[in-house]
């Protein structure tokens, strides 16, 4: 798993040289040629403070490249705050900061807000961080568990308690499940990752699932806990528990991520089943506005569907004088070179031709 750093906020220093070559700026706003950018060509460091926050999905994303950053461009501070999707949208509406982190795209009247902050512009949705939502578990003794989307749909609305229940063993020949009761955990705070979680329960589970797809956990029974670092630490302190959580969180969990069957095979959660389950999604939003749909039903084989996408929301014009600083930092985490470091951290790539229409929206962003 990839490299998990702790704190509510990264701020990481400038020191040392990184994957980007030395691109050093004394002071203002001013910017000099970078490291080869990937998709968008040479990148331009920027100087300056920005605040971002929002999702914590992609927390060990983007520490990662905060890192990479900071290390090439002399003079850039950039903080993250993985707060969780609600409050980051939040956060950007109050102009309190540059981009918001979201696993669900801004719309509706949280859209209408963001385009008042946005000096009546529209905000665009970027999709930065592809990866999956692991359902993982605690069980000792239990080392390989295959799930339904209808038997986790039960799981977590209370009506399967027991981990050795006739409709878990059902799908798990030849595994030995416990007599013991479940513990199931979900978010307590508003997070995309319930939404994409739930989206998941809502699409393919054949009407098990009743509570809808949302930020906010609607089902009765379980324990909440606050942030993909609260799951991941009740997951670790409680043995037979099973919750969700963005898949470079499990090993910090000290859990395993369950193989999910949607009805063409259990596919296991690795970064080339989650890449294969990206290339099912389809652009439904407009222009440089990259609102995706996901196949969360999907049965293609080796596509694993529990997915989720961290989109970067920010303003397509008006965002003031953080705006250099923002389009350079954004240029470099849609370019291949900032994609192309996710793997190593258990999240997947975008797709070739996604990652592409990013990177030509990133580049439209002005002031």
């Not at 002071?27 to 914590?56: L, T």
């Amino acid at each position: 798993m990839g490299n998990i750093r702790n704190g509510s906020v990264a701020v990481i220093g400038v020191a040392g040289l990184l994957a980007l070559a030395a691109c050093g700026s004394d002071g203002g706003s001013s910017s000099s040629s970078g490291a080869s950018g990937g998709a968008s060509g040479s990148i331009a460091c920027a100087s300056g403070s920005i605040k971002a926050s929002g999702s914590s999905f992609q927390k060990n994303a983007i520490n990662e490249w905060i890192n990479q950053y900071q290390g090439a461009c002399n003079g850039a501070t950039i903080e993250y705050s993985p707060s969780g999707s609600s409050a980051g949208i939040q956060d950007f509406i109050n102009n309190q900061t540059s981009f918001a982190g979201s696993d669900k795209a801004i719309a509706d009247a949280d859209a209408t807000k963001a385009q008042t902050r946005c000096q009546n512009n529209p905000a665009w949705n970027l999709p930065m961080v592809g990866g999956a939502i692991a359902v993982a578990y605690n069980v000792p003794g239990v080392d390989k568990l295959t799930l339904t989307p209808e038997v986790t749909a039960n799981i977590f609305s209370g009506k399967i308690t027991n981990w050795n229940d006739p409709a878990i063993a059902a799908i798990n020949p030849g595994v030995t499940l416990p007599n013991a009761p479940i513990a199931a955990y979900h978010r307590s705070d508003g997070s995309g990752t319930t939404a994409n979680f739930t989206s998941w329960l809502t699409a393919a589970s054949n009407g098990a699932w009743t509570y809808g797809n949302t930020k906010d956990w609607k089902a009765p029974g379980g324990q909440g806990a606050k942030g993909s670092d609260g799951i991941a630490s009740s997951l670790k302190s409680t043995p037979n528990s099973i919750s969700y959580i963005e898949a470079s969180f499990v090993s910090q969990a000290g859990a395993k991520a369950a193989l999910i069957n949607n009805g063409g095979g259990a596919v296991e959660l690795t970064s080339a089943t989650t890449t294969a389950g990206l290339a099912t999604a389809k652009v439904t939003g407009e222009g440089n506005n990259l609102v995706l749909s996901l196949d969360y039903a999907t049965k293609a084989p080796g596509a694993y569907p529990v997915l989720a996408v961290t989109y970067e929301i920010t303003c397509s014009k008006g965002l003031g004088p953080n705006l250099e600083l923002t389009k350079s930092f954004l240029t470099y985490t849609s370019s291949t070179a900032g994609q192309s470091g996710l793997t190593a951290l258990d999240y997947a790539p975008l797709p070739a031709d996604l990652q592409t229409k990013v990177a030509a929206a990133v580049a439209a962003l002005s002031s």
